[in-house]
């Protein structure tokens, strides 16, 4: 029997723009009024209407590509210079060596061995829980997988340590004022109130990630050919370059310690003086250049490089585009609040913990459409916290099942963040699917357990 052969995922995803155009046919058109409450577009949740169906076509479906590209301007230049970026860094050979230094002290060394991959996902994990890491989880993926290649891992080790776990972290947040913060003014609660539970939430969730990944990793460590990617890790080995001699020297060492300063400033920025994809693109922009300095790379030579890494990432851009344009033609249909009523009376139970649980299960759906963490709550927390009154469900919980929605992002193909990873380490998105599948269902598992004691206590 023949191999199934993976569709390409510019297929996958423009099927997906199909099926949303045809879905526009179906579902009428609709609209909740929204208003504005200390700077914020909130929505009236008592305000839907039906409004004019507007049906996509095929000019629309043709379109929305080029307008998904427009909209994710930002996070497609971004990519663009982070490619450039690591393009000029690894072109120091500092990266190289600083990798060969750590995989000898990874063979060497049995503490290295069981603490490389905890303390890499529990980092990650905080920046998600506390600042909101997002975006920035992009540029580590460059790093990481010839690092996990490197220690006999694969490509997806490579890709879940720094993407799911700063996922699972925000998910599992409890500092992170781009979903807690701003469901939790919504809702009319205390900002970052109910800590101590969520922080019980964060140790949990990060564990099971954590735990997950390294029964993988020793399993690929152990037989390479289990690794879904072996074949595509095969190849990318083959242009690795061998650097077994390469040893860290000074220039690799200043090349390193301006990395480190940039991603250092990267945190600071962020957390601090509320940095965005601009300011995060320039800083990487700079990092290429005084990287480029210290590497003693001249300027034709630096230049050329950095062209040649964004490159290479031109089809990462395209991906991009494609995800986004899915939302494009859900919203140009009028579609999203049409779902979004739809969902609310499913909430309706006998039992607060039913409900809370049902609210977890929508807010997952809502986020294979909307998976901007700020974005779905001013959309749906306006309607979810005057819900949760209704069904007996403290907004303080309805604000957690709103955050647990976010732990099916890794997976989700309408992403541009999680298409743009994958297209980053050339991973097919359902070869990513499979793998994820197990950890999914963990997930929701564990999320659907941890809404138990806020309704049973009455959280607040």
């Given at each position: 029997?023949?191999?199934?052969?993976?569709?390409?995922?510019?297929?996958?995803?423009?099927?997906?723009?199909?099926?949303?155009?045809?879905?526009?046919?179906?579902?009428?058109?609709?609209?909740?009024?929204?208003?504005?409450?200390?700077?914020?577009q909130?929505?009236?949740?008592g305000?839907?209407?039906?409004?004019?169906?507007?049906?996509?076509?095929?000019?629309?479906?043709?379109?929305a590509?080029?307008?998904?590209?427009?909209?994710?301007?930002?996070?497609?230049?971004?990519?663009?210079?982070?490619?450039?970026?690591?393009?000029?860094?690894?072109k120091?050979?500092?990266v190289?060596?600083?990798?060969?230094?750590?995989?000898?002290?990874?063979?060497?060394?049995?503490?290295?061995?069981?603490?490389?991959?905890?303390?890499?996902?529990?980092?990650?994990?905080?920046?998600?829980?506390?600042?909101?890491?997002?975006?920035?989880?992009?540029?580590?993926?460059?790093?990481?997988?010839?690092?996990?290649l490197?220690?006999g891992?694969?490509?997806?080790?490579g890709?879940?340590?720094?993407?799911?776990?700063?996922?699972?972290?925000?998910a599992?947040?409890f500092?992170?004022?781009?979903?807690?913060?701003?469901?939790?003014?919504?809702a009319?609660?205390?900002?970052?109130?109910?800590?101590?539970?969520?922080?019980?939430?964060?140790l949990?969730?990060?564990?099971?990630?954590?735990?997950?990944?390294?029964?993988?990793?020793?399993?690929?460590?152990?037989?390479?050919?289990?690794s879904?990617?072996?074949?595509?890790?095969?190849?990318?080995?083959?242009?690795?370059?061998?650097?077994?001699?390469?040893?860290?020297?000074?220039?690799?060492?200043?090349?390193?310690?301006?990395?480190?300063a940039?991603?250092?400033?990267m945190?600071?920025?962020?957390?601090?003086?509320?940095?965005?994809?601009?300011?995060?693109?320039?800083?990487?922009?700079a990092m290429?250049?005084?990287?480029?300095?210290?590497?003693?790379i001249?300027?034709?030579?630096?230049?050329?490089?950095?062209?040649?890494?964004?490159?290479?990432?031109?089809?990462?851009a395209?991906?991009?585009?494609?995800?986004r344009?899915?939302l494009?033609?859900?919203?140009?249909?009028?579609?999203i609040?049409?779902?979004?009523?739809?969902?609310?009376?499913?909430?309706?139970?006998?039992?607060a913990?039913?409900?809370?649980?049902?609210m977890?299960?929508?807010?997952?759906?809502?986020?294979?459409?909307?998976?901007?963490?700020?974005?779905?709550?001013?959309?749906?927390?306006?309607?979810?916290a005057?819900l949760?009154?209704?069904?007996?469900?403290?907004?303080?919980?309805?604000?957690?099942?709103y955050?647990?929605?976010?732990?099916?992002?890794?997976?989700?193909p309408?992403s541009?963040?999680?298409?743009?990873?994958?297209?980053?380490?050339?991973?097919p998105?359902?070869?990513?699917?499979?793998?994820?599948?197990?950890?999914?269902?963990?997930?929701?598992?564990?999320?659907?357990?941890?809404?138990?004691?806020?309704?049973?206590?009455?959280?607040?």
């Open positions: 029997m023949k191999k199934f052969k993976l569709p390409h995922t510019f297929v996958l995803l423009f099927s997906i723009l199909i099926l949303i155009a045809a879905a526009t046919w179906i579902v009428p058109g609709g609209r909740y009024d929204t208003h504005m409450v200390n700077g914020k909130l929505v009236d949740a305000s839907f209407h039906y409004v004019a169906a507007a049906p996509q076509g095929v000019v629309q479906l043709l379109t590509p080029i307008k998904g590209f427009t909209e994710a301007a930002l996070i497609i230049g971004f990519v663009l210079i982070v490619g450039g970026a690591f393009a000029v860094l690894q120091t050979d500092a190289e060596a600083l990798i060969h230094t750590i995989a000898r002290a990874h063979t060497r060394s049995p503490v290295v061995r069981a603490a490389l991959i905890p303390v890499f996902v529990t980092m990650f994990s905080l920046g998600g829980a506390t600042f909101g890491m997002n975006e920035e989880a992009i540029p580590f993926v460059l790093l990481f997988v010839p690092l996990a490197a220690l891992y694969d490509s997806v080790v890709v879940a340590i720094p993407f799911v776990g700063s996922q699972v972290g925000f599992a947040a500092l992170n004022p781009f979903n807690v913060g701003i469901a939790q003014g919504i009319g609660i205390p900002i970052f109130s109910g800590i101590g539970y969520r922080l019980l939430v964060w949990l969730a990060t564990a099971l990630t954590i735990a997950f990944l390294m029964k993988y990793a020793a399993r690929i460590k152990a037989n390479p050919t289990h879904p990617t072996y074949a595509l890790d095969q190849e990318k080995r083959l242009s690795m370059p061998a650097g077994d001699h390469l040893a860290l020297n000074r220039r690799h060492r200043l090349v390193l310690t301006i990395f480190a940039t991603l250092g400033a945190v600071v920025g962020v957390m601090y003086y509320g940095w965005f994809i601009e300011e995060i693109a320039a800083l990487f922009l290429a250049i005084a990287t480029g300095i210290a590497g003693r001249d300027a034709d030579t630096l230049v050329a490089t950095f062209i040649h890494g964004a490159r290479d990432l031109v089809g990462t395209l991906v991009i585009a494609l995800a344009a899915a494009v033609l859900a919203r140009d249909a009028h579609i609040d049409t779902l979004l009523h739809a969902l609310m009376p499913l909430v309706a139970s006998t039992s913990v039913f409900a809370a649980q049902k977890f299960l929508i807010q997952s759906v809502i986020n294979f459409f909307i998976h901007s963490g700020s974005g779905q709550a001013a959309l749906t927390m306006p309607v979810m005057p949760a009154d209704l069904v007996g469900v403290t907004r303080q919980t309805a604000v957690l099942a955050q647990f929605g976010e732990f099916t992002t890794p997976m989700i309408t541009g963040i999680t298409v743009g990873v994958l297209a980053l380490a050339r991973i998105w359902l070869t990513w699917a499979r793998w994820m599948i197990p950890l999914q269902i963990a997930y929701a598992a564990l999320a659907l357990l941890l809404l138990l004691p806020p309704c049973l206590m009455e959280w607040q």
